[in-house]
């Protein structure tokens, strides 16, 4: 039962409970399900629409009500009805539109939860929106030919509008002019301006669900970080602002938070809603580790540090499953995870296929080799195995083959490279030129003279194309040319990489088949990994952990973060964190 007297959480979205690449990160939404579970309401406080609220929010048990339109329009979303509406009068708000048609500005119209613009507007969005916005605002709005016209034909008034500036002395001269005419104004963003009818904010919009519902204000917790988020602030019993709030919106608030991209909603249920420690890892109980490779497992130079060997021997002991989860074929599984006790598993070609290695694993391994030597081998089953359809992967291939770069084909466990495409991987490592551990030419590839024979014939044996370029922006241009082909999943292993499976295709969907076939609940499996190709897993695994050295782009996908990156036992320390 819940102690805390918080019975609500109002929550501003963008530079709140989303992170700079608008998302909900995992830890935020695992303190969010937490609140929910002890009857606690979540209620989205906005300036978007309800349209505008990202799915994954509207999805949490505890999401019944939300603020939107900065507080015009407060919505009953289980029964799809307003609670309250306060729309600025048609007249004024043509008597506004005709006012700033002085400024260089972009306008944009909100009316019951829809977002409108016109096709002038949204050609200008490149100058006039902030890039991480850009998506949103593009996609939330329908293109009317006037929005004059619009608004004399709404008899009971307007929802808010919604300007982008560029530059602060225009906003602040169209700012000074609106506020006399006595409407609400409040922004949310540098160069942005948002107006609504007079006395209508977040505040007001929260005053009037409270009542509604019958709650003191000593129930309710509110959380911002923009000057819109003020009213609701000071309205809450307890206001929160986030770590890159407006010195404003700090000067208001009960409390400081961490950042939007630190997990501070997260934070801040943790201390006063959970009532348990903000900064403790999670409670889990762990039968199954998957673990990449390149960045994550081996540190720069493809070893396993014996510190994160022994944690990984001391799991097995126990009985928890601990395998490889990697973008590489069979055959390039390193030398290094060799001794580890207990290995039989392991999903490689970022899971289009699954192995169960045997009894005898580094022999399975040898199998794969292009030259093998005198090691034995041994033959492993294939639990998983999803190659490109044939027409598909000739297409990519020929679209790779018009780019420099370093190409791999993965087929059956093994991994194939043109000689030219071998010399340029010598090369590649020798310079260091990659985020991705170093292999050694140990009879692991099998090399070709050219790889256009070997695809003629056994098209439809490939996992997966692996290509490395010289340059990120090299990589981006390949990723376009890409994009337009049917079938395929595109996802990257380092900035300069481009990896291609069949569709549907990833470590997070193999992960799980893995885990039902050996009677492993999602919920007991750990994922950890540091790139793009791990993001699937990452999502999809019970629990997820990212390398302290892992892209940016993850990170919201993470549970916890280590403190060391891979050349410094950052797996070993995840593992005794979470007590693997």
Same mark, same amino acid.
């Given at each position: 039962m819940n102690s805390s007297p918080i019975r609500l959480i109002a929550l501003d979205l963008d530079g709140t409970l989303l992170d700079d690449r608008k998302q909900?990160?995992?830890?935020?939404? =695992?303190?969010?399900?937490?609140?929910?579970?002890?009857?606690?309401?979540?209620?989205?406080?906005?300036? =978007?629409?309800?349209?505008?609220?990202?799915?994954?929010?509207?999805? @949490?048990?505890?999401?019944?009500?939300?603020?939107?339109?900065?507080?015009?329009?407060?919505?009953?979303?289980a029964e799809n009805r307003a609670l309250s509406e306060d729309y600025i009068p048609r007249d004024l708000a043509l008597q506004v539109y005709d006012l700033l048609t002085q400024y260089e500005c972009l306008v944009d119209l909100f009316q019951d939860g829809q977002?409108?613009?016109?096709?002038?507007?949204?050609? %200008?969005?490149?100058?006039?929106?902030?890039?991480?916005?850009?998506?949103?605002?593009?996609?939330? =709005?329908?293109?009317?030919?006037?929005?004059?016209?619009?608004?004399?034909? %709404?008899? /009971?008034?307007?929802?808010?509008?919604? *300007?982008?500036?560029?530059?602060?002395? %225009? =906003?602040?001269?169209?700012?000074?002019?609106?506020?006399? *005419?006595?409407?609400?104004?409040?922004?949310?963003?540098?160069?942005?301006?948002?107006?609504?009818?007079?006395?209508?904010?977040?505040?007001?919009?929260? $005053?009037? @669900?409270?009542?509604?519902?019958?709650?003191?204000a000593e129930a309710l917790m509110a959380c911002g970080d923009g000057g819109n988020d003020i009213p609701m602030i000071t309205a809450a019993g307890l206001g929160v602002a986030m770590g890159n709030a407006f010195p404003e919106v700090k000067a208001a608030a009960d409390f400081i938070t961490r950042t939007n991209n630190e997990d501070g909603i997260a934070y801040a249920i943790h201390k006063f809603v959970l009532g348990d420690d903000p900064d403790a890892d999670p409670r889990c109980d762990i039968r199954m580790v998957a673990l990449d490779l390149d960045g994550t497992l081996l540190n720069h130079d493809s070893q396993i540090t014996p510190r994160t060997m022994e944690a990984i021997a001391d799991a097995i002991r126990r009985g928890i499953v601990v395998l490889p989860a990697t973008? $590489?074929? *069979?055959?390039?599984?390193?030398?290094?995870?060799?001794? &580890?006790?207990?290995?039989?598993?392991?999903?490689?070609?970022?899971?289009?296929?699954?192995?169960?290695?045997?009894?005898?694993?580094?022999?399975?391994?040898?199998?794969r080799y292009g030259d093998p030597g005198d090691h034995p081998t041994a033959e492993p089953k294939r639990l998983l195995y999803t190659p490109l359809p044939a027409d598909t992967a000739r297409t990519v291939f020929w679209i790779l083959s018009g780019f420099?770069?370093?190409?791999?084909?993965?087929?059956?466990?093994?991994?194939?490279?043109?000689?030219?495409?071998? /010399? /340029?991987?010598?090369? /590649? &490592?020798? #310079?260091?030129?990659?985020?991705?551990?170093?292999?050694?030419?140990?009879?692991?590839?099998?090399?070709?003279?050219?790889?256009?024979?070997?695809?003629?014939?056994?098209?439809?044996?490939?996992?997966?194309?692996?290509?490395?370029? #010289?340059?990120v922006d090299q990589a981006q241009e390949a990723l376009k040319a890409l994009e337009p082909v049917e079938g395929i999943e595109l996802t990257q292993g380092a900035p300069e990489n481009v990896e291609v499976t069949a569709a549907g295709v990833n470590k997070g969907t193999a992960l799980l088949a893995l885990g039902r076939a050996l009677g492993i609940q999602r919920e007991q499996i750990l994922a950890i990994g540091d790139s793009e190709n791990d993001r699937a897993m990452l999502r999809e695994a019970g629990v997820a952990a990212v390398m302290a050295n892992a892209m940016p782009s993850i990170r919201s996908l993470a549970d916890l973060v280590s403190r060391q990156d891979c050349d410094h036992d950052g797996v070993a320390e995840l593992f005794e964190r979470l007590s693997v």
């Open positions: 909900i990160s995992r830890r935020s939404l =695992r303190a969010l399900r937490a609140a929910a579970d002890q009857g606690v309401l979540l209620v989205p406080a906005t300036g =978007r629409t309800v349209a505008g609220i990202p799915a994954e929010l509207l999805a @949490l048990p505890g999401v019944r009500y939300a603020i939107t339109a900065n507080g015009a329009r407060v919505m009953d979303l977002g409108y613009t016109t096709e002038a507007n949204a050609a %200008q969005a490149d100058r006039y929106v902030p890039e991480n916005l850009r998506a949103y605002v593009l996609n939330s =709005r329908v293109r009317l030919p006037d929005l004059r016209a619009f608004i004399a034909q %709404q008899e /009971r008034g307007l929802e808010k509008l919604t *300007l982008f500036f560029l530059s602060e002395d %225009q =906003r602040q001269k169209a700012w000074a002019k609106v506020a006399a *005419l006595g409407l609400e104004v409040v922004s949310s963003l540098p160069l942005n301006m948002e107006i609504s009818a007079a006395g209508v904010t977040k505040g007001s919009g929260l $005053r009037a @669900l409270a009542g509604a519902l019958d709650l003191p973008g $590489r074929g *069979l055959s390039s599984l390193p030398v290094a995870i060799h001794p &580890m006790p207990g290995l039989r598993y392991a999903l490689t070609s970022n899971g289009a296929a699954v192995w169960d290695l045997g009894e005898k694993p580094v022999d399975a391994i040898f199998s420099e770069g370093e190409l791999s084909i993965f087929a059956g466990g093994q991994t194939l490279k043109s000689e030219e495409g071998m /010399r /340029r991987t010598m090369e /590649r &490592m020798n #310079d260091f030129r990659s985020t991705e551990a170093k292999q050694k030419n140990d009879g692991r590839f099998v090399i070709l003279p050219e790889l256009a024979p070997w695809m003629e014939d056994h098209a439809a044996d490939v996992e997966k194309f692996c290509m490395f370029f #010289d340059t």
